[in-house]
């Protein structure tokens, strides 16, 4: 099934811009950059940032814009069945590239989960003006990392490099 992402949640002067591969079913159905309770993404920006994320989605937008966080996805659109990001298939870039020139600001680029990770490492093969871009790979903040080790307070160690 081709889904198609969101539009990006930016302010006027971001310093770090995040990077999800595409948003799972449950977020495109709320229209909201990680509407799925069970991903941690909220929890983990409030130890970030040391305050905690507002309730209401349109408040969490302002929230980040507020601390200067921009977020977008590695792709526009894709085939996908279900939420899985190993089930993407047949995907479209966004454009990156131009997202940084129009936001100079931009000092950061953060992705979440090894999808993101690796497919934004296969867009800077073909757009080397970035590869100079100060980068983190994070693990990703789905329920899927706890499966695998991870907790809320190793996840938030681990995305304080934004900062």
């Given at each position: 099934?081709?889904?198609?992402?969101?539009?990006?949640?930016?302010?006027?002067?971001?310093?770090?811009?995040?990077?999800?591969?595409?948003?799972?079913d449950?977020?495109?159905?709320?229209?909201?950059?990680?509407?799925?309770?069970?991903n941690?993404?909220?929890?983990?920006?409030?130890?970030?940032l040391?305050?905690?994320?507002?309730?209401?989605?349109?408040?969490?937008?302002?929230?980040?814009?507020?601390?200067?966080?921009?977020?977008?996805?590695?792709?526009?659109s894709?085939?996908?069945?279900?939420?899985?990001?190993?089930?993407i298939?047949?995907?479209?870039?966004?454009?990156?590239?131009?997202?940084?020139?129009?936001?100079?600001?931009?000092?950061?680029i953060?992705?979440?989960?090894?999808k993101?990770?690796?497919?934004f490492?296969?867009?800077?093969?073909?757009?080397?003006?970035?590869?100079?871009m100060?980068?983190?790979?994070?693990?990703?903040?789905?329920?899927m990392?706890?499966?695998?080790?991870?907790?809320?307070?190793?996840?938030v160690?681990?995305?304080?490099?934004?900062?």
């Amino acid at each position: 099934m081709q889904k198609q992402g969101l539009q990006a949640v930016v302010g006027t002067n971001p310093r770090i811009l995040i990077l999800g591969s595409l948003p799972g079913d449950e977020s495109l159905r709320r229209q909201e950059y990680y509407g799925n309770p069970r991903n941690m993404f909220w929890d983990v920006m409030s130890g970030v940032l040391g305050e905690d994320a507002p309730k209401q989605y349109s408040e969490k937008v302002e929230y980040l814009k507020r601390h200067n966080i921009a977020l977008w996805d590695v792709f526009h659109s894709a085939e996908r069945e279900g939420s899985l990001d190993a089930n993407i298939q047949n995907e479209e870039f966004n454009d990156i590239e131009g997202f940084l020139l129009a936001h100079p600001s931009v000092e950061i680029i953060a992705t979440n989960g090894g999808k993101a990770e690796k497919s934004f490492k296969k867009y800077l093969r073909s757009h080397r003006s970035l590869r100079s871009m100060r980068t983190l790979f994070c693990k990703s903040t789905s329920a899927m990392s706890l499966c695998s080790g991870w907790n809320l307070e190793r996840l938030v160690e681990q995305w304080r490099g934004i900062l």
